[in-house]
């Protein structure tokens, strides 16, 4: 099972910035790999996600305009640049690996693997 481990979680004011970044132990162009936020209270949602075969990419649209999904392959790494934060996207993010080839979006099922989050604080 693949290993991730996140980093560059926070706290901000309303309207800066942050990155956050996710070390994998292998990669697969053939699997989705994507960003989970969970809030206090609040539903799980995935928030972008990325299909590295094609570089298809995926956004939710609370995050859209706001967030930008990258990869650096060779080094395993997964970004998520976080852009105008606003108080509501206060939540713990998580890295997540597909588990089936092929299968990408903003469903949460199509993730198996998670990391152990990075903690992201917003306030007004």
């Not at 690996?97 to 903003?106: A, D, I, R, S, Y």
Request: charged fraction near 20%; aromatic fraction near 12%; proline fraction near 3%.
């Amino acid at each position: 099972q693949v290993q991730l481990v996140e980093s560059g979680g926070g706290s901000v004011q309303a309207g800066g910035s942050l990155r956050l970044s996710c070390s994998a132990s292998e990669y697969d162009p053939y699997y989705c790999m994507g960003w989970i936020r969970q809030g206090d209270g609040k539903e799980r949602e995935v928030v972008a996600s990325t299909y590295p075969y094609n570089d298809d990419t995926y956004y939710a649209d609370s995050v859209k305009g706001r967030f930008t999904i990258s990869r650096d392959n060779a080094k395993r790494t997964l970004y998520l640049q976080m852009n105008n934060l606003k108080p509501e996207d206060t939540a713990m993010y998580y890295c997540a690996h597909g588990t089936k080839p092929g299968h990408c979006g903003l469903q949460s099922h199509i993730f198996g693997s998670w990391g152990q989050g990075t903690q992201v604080t917003v306030s007004s």
